[in-house]
């Protein structure tokens, strides 16, 4: 097997991966508030200052309050920002500038568990501050639905899509500087296309086929209508798309950091 062919199979992975994922757990909980604070101020500035003041001069979309619309995208949008910037800044600096990994590899652990636990964990504050943002969210009155509770899992499956997406990237990142090409190219066009603001169907024709591709409109249209009390229509498919990229994309990050790492 060519040294390509063995850093591009599957991963081999094992249930180590928790004891890493703890490891990150036991760092971050020294600074837990001040953490989940920060994940939560973006989103819900987002949402009181563009959910009062825009919402002044737009009233209703489809229907419903501005502020109810915009609700379910600034969940979703909290869940990409949060799994992103783990699994970029925070990855990128144990794999890299700490060095972490490496010892971490001269315990019985494969370099695959590793990812595996840098991904799950990344969801894990993802959901962590998307249920904080749905629970917020809920006090404000902004959704009232026993449905909204479906948003819940969800809120993890986008972390774990976006965390794969991020680990790509951290993969390739030959410093800190390279990440800005990631957000300035992908998540702040994909925030923008992706249904968080406004309807899609606002778009023209050729964006609204673009945007079919986009992870994070798959989200939205899910979690948008349980939000508001109704079933999102064509659930599976949207599920279909997030579980993909989270899976392509996670075998695409355990491939690249094998040949950045192991060479």
């Known amino acids: ?103 971490l590899m001269n315990a019985p652990l494969a370099l695959d568990d590793i990812v595996l636990a840098e991904m799950i964990w990344a969801a894990s504050k993802a959901a962590l501050s998307g249920t904080a943002i749905l629970l917020v969210v809920t006090l404000f009155g902004f959704t009232s639905s026993a449905l909204a509770l479906g948003v819940v899992p969800l809120i993890f499956l986008i972390g774990l899509t976006f965390a794969a997406m991020g680990l790509v990237v951290t993969a390739l990142a030959p410093n800190y500087d390279f990440f800005m090409y990631y957000f300035t190219l992908f998540i702040t066009p994909m925030a923008l296309l992706s249904g968080v603001f406004f309807p899609l169907d606002q778009l023209p024709a050729a964006l609204q086929t673009g945007a079919q591709l986009l992870p994070l409109a798959h989200a939205v249209a899910i979690a948008r209508p349980l939000m508001l009390g109704e079933w999102p229509p064509a659930v599976l498919p949207h599920l279909a798309v997030l579980l993909a990229y989270a899976a392509v994309g996670f075998w695409l990050a355990v491939s690249l950091t094998r040949r950045r790492l192991l060479k």
């Open 1 to 103: 097997m060519s040294a390509t062919a063995a850093h591009f199979r599957l991963p081999c992975l094992s249930w180590r991966f928790a004891s890493v994922w703890s490891r990150n757990f036991r760092v971050w909980r020294k600074l837990a508030l001040p953490s989940l604070l920060g994940n939560l101020a973006d989103p819900m500035i987002y949402l009181l200052g563009l959910g009062y003041g825009l919402g002044a001069l737009v009233k209703t979309v489809d229907g419903v309050p501005y502020v109810h619309f915009l609700a379910a995208g600034m969940v979703c949008f909290s869940c990409m920002n949060t799994a992103s910037f783990e699994t970029l800044y925070s990855a990128f600096s144990r794999m890299h500038v700490q060095r972490t990994w490496e010892g």
